[in-house]
């Protein structure tokens, strides 16, 4: 298994731009979730989604942030207008509950000038 | 939100050394996890623990999960540099699906 894909790896944006993010869970896996990594704040949940059904989104910092699934492989994070302070690592993951096992995608560090 | 604590923030020590980190929360999780991210890469889970009072072992790391559930400590024995990275612990008080909640870390070097 290719274990979860993120892409882009790294991007680069200026302000006020639109930002999507883009997620390939682990085949079969029914829950998926968005991270945001900060050195101030650490590894903090945006958005969980099981079966493809947005569960809690109370992460979400504002409007600004929408998140998708639109079927089991494919999720979507989307920042409209991107502002400096979204610069961050933003992790995707995966899991099969009840397994208790989280796997990672390698992230996609976001740089909004 | 369950709030977890993790102590020391910053780790750098000697190859050889011994060390201990520790996670602690005011809540009970039905569910702790260790992970360790590595520069570049997501983090990787390393173990879970589920029952109060118990111990893992993973080769030269220890891992505790306090009776009371609420906190955990990981200690590594003869500590190497490939064992330099960021020591996360997580909880979940869900009981079932399984959501987990981050600390943010112990950041560890461990040098040659």
């Known amino acids: 298994d290719a274990g979860v894909i993120q892409s882009p790896r790294h991007e680069v944006t200026e302000m006020g731009q639109e930002v999507t993010l883009r997620c390939k869970p682990i085949?079969?896996?029914?829950?998926l979730f968005w991270y945001r990594q900060t050195m101030m704040r650490g590894l903090e949940l945006l958005i969980y989604f099981n079966n493809n059904v947005p569960i809690d989104d109370s992460g979400m910092p504002e409007d600004r942030f929408s998140a998708k699934m639109p079927n089991a492989s494919f999720s979507t994070l989307k920042i409209q207008p991107s502002e400096p302070r979204d610069s961050a690592v933003y992790f995707c993951?995966?899991?099969?509950?009840?397994?208790?096992?989280?796997?990672f995608g390698p992230g996609t560090r976001l740089t909004v000038l | 939100t369950q709030l977890l604590e993790q102590s020391p923030q910053f780790l750098s020590i000697q190859e050889g050394e011994n060390l201990t980190v520790y996670c602690n929360s005011s809540?009970?999780?039905?569910?702790l996890q260790w992970y360790r991210q590595e520069p570049g890469e997501g983090p990787v889970l390393l173990v879970t623990?589920?029952?109060?009072?118990e111990v893992k072992k993973l080769k030269r790391l220890t891992f505790q999960f306090g009776d009371a559930r609420k906190d955990s400590s990981l200690h590594i024995t003869a500590a190497q540099p490939g064992d330099t990275g960021l020591y996360l612990c997580a909880g979940d008080s869900t009981g079932g699906s399984y959501i987990p909640t981050f600390g943010r870390g112990t950041s560890l070097i461990v040098h040659p």
């Open positions: 993951a995966s899991s099969l509950p009840p397994s208790g096992v989280v796997f």
């Open positions: 809540s009970v999780f039905s569910s």
């Open positions: 623990v589920v029952t109060g009072g």
């Open positions: 085949s079969g896996h029914n829950s």
